[in-house]
């Protein structure tokens, strides 16, 4: 049977790396790294994010910065916020939680976003310096997975690769970043052939998809390494709902060499990316060393 993949313990691990960062950066150096957070509308969703983010970046030493717009708040004072953020020397990071409200242009906010404090790793310039193997910020959940894959796996060299699903946030980065170390990397999504002979040649199978356990186990090559970044509400019978992720989970433990459960997967390795995202702004807006291990 399979491994579990401990995402909540691994995430607690790098939160408690980042805080040790972060205490000797504020008791060394006299910097405390600043996150701020722009949330605009009312998203019932959003605001446990934003919640959550905002806890975590407390407990780890950081300073947060909360933005909370109404959602009639117009594309110029949202980036009118932006440019006083972009020259706060206090902030190191910036995320606008997504999705915005329809009036409001998200790539032209993203865009306004300066790149070093651009911790979701979303702005253009960090996807094309991800994408021509720069140094860049990251997208956190793909970070997230690449962190667990080397910690399970070591290298990943030479190792077939297969990324299920193309997003601007999860497939595209994650499938970067597998080629960035060394994987032989194929990108599956909505339109490819026989995807079921394309996930069985994966040694290691990515899958972030949004369709409950779309993935059975007798799709999965034996000894795989199996990352499922799917977050899916289902009935769970009796009025109650339960989340699972795009890989059936029971049956493909039964094949795969590891796999990350959901919940306790993925999902607690994306806030902690997002931390040590901005603690690595943060030393690189200050010429300090970066933090190992922590960024890609
Ligand atoms: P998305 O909807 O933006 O992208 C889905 C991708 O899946 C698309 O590229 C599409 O081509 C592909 N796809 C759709 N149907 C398919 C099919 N039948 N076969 C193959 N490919 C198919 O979604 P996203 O934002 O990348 O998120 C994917 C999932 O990951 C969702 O369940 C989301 O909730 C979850 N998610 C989790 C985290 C986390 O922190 N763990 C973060 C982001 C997203």
Redesign the pocket.
């Known amino acids: 049977r399979a491994a579990r993949i401990d995402g909540k313990g691994f995430a607690a691990g790098v939160r408690a790396r980042v805080a040790d960062h972060v205490a000797e950066l504020t008791s060394v150096q006299g910097i405390t790294p600043g996150l701020a957070v722009v949330l605009v509308g009312e998203d019932p969703a959003s605001e446990v994010y934003v919640r959550n983010k905002a806890r975590q970046t407390r407990e780890v030493g950081m300073t947060g910065f909360e933005h909370k717009l109404a959602a009639e708040t117009t594309q110029a004072e949202l980036l009118t916020l932006l440019a006083r953020l972009n020259a706060d020397p206090a902030v190191h990071g910036i995320l606008v939680q997504l999705p915005l409200p329809r009036h409001i242009d998200t790539e032209a906010v993203l865009a306004a976003i300066d790149p070093a404090k651009d911790v979701d790793g979303f702005h253009v310039s960090n996807v094309g310096l991800l994408a021509t193997g720069q140094k860049a910020l990251v997208p956190c959940?793909p970070l997230g997975c690449l962190m667990m894959l080397r910690d399970r796996l070591g290298s990943l060299k030479g190792l077939n690769a297969v990324v299920?699903?193309?997003?601007n946030?999860?497939?595209r980065p994650m499938a970067q970043l597998l080629l960035r170390d060394d994987c032989t990397v194929t990108v599956?999504?909505?339109?490819?052939r026989d995807?079921e002979a394309i996930c069985r040649g994966a040694d290691i199978l990515v899958v972030?998809?949004?369709?409950p356990r779309?993935i059975p186990g007798d799709w999965i090559k034996p000894g795989a390494t199996v990352i499922d970044?799917?977050?899916?509400r289902i009935e769970a019978g009796d009025g109650r709902t339960r989340l699972v992720g795009?890989v059936d989970f029971d049956d493909a433990a039964r094949v795969a060499g590891a796999i990350t459960p959901v919940p306790g997967g993925?999902?607690p390795?994306?806030i902690a990316c997002l931390l040590s995202n901005t603690l690595t702004a943060c030393c690189r807006a200050h010429g300090l060393p970066e933090p190992e291990g922590l960024t890609a």
Do not use: P
């Open positions: 959940t299920v699903g193309r997003s946030i999860v497939g599956a999504h909505r339109h490819s995807l972030a998809v949004g369709r779309m970044v799917g977050i899916n795009d993925v999902g390795m994306t």
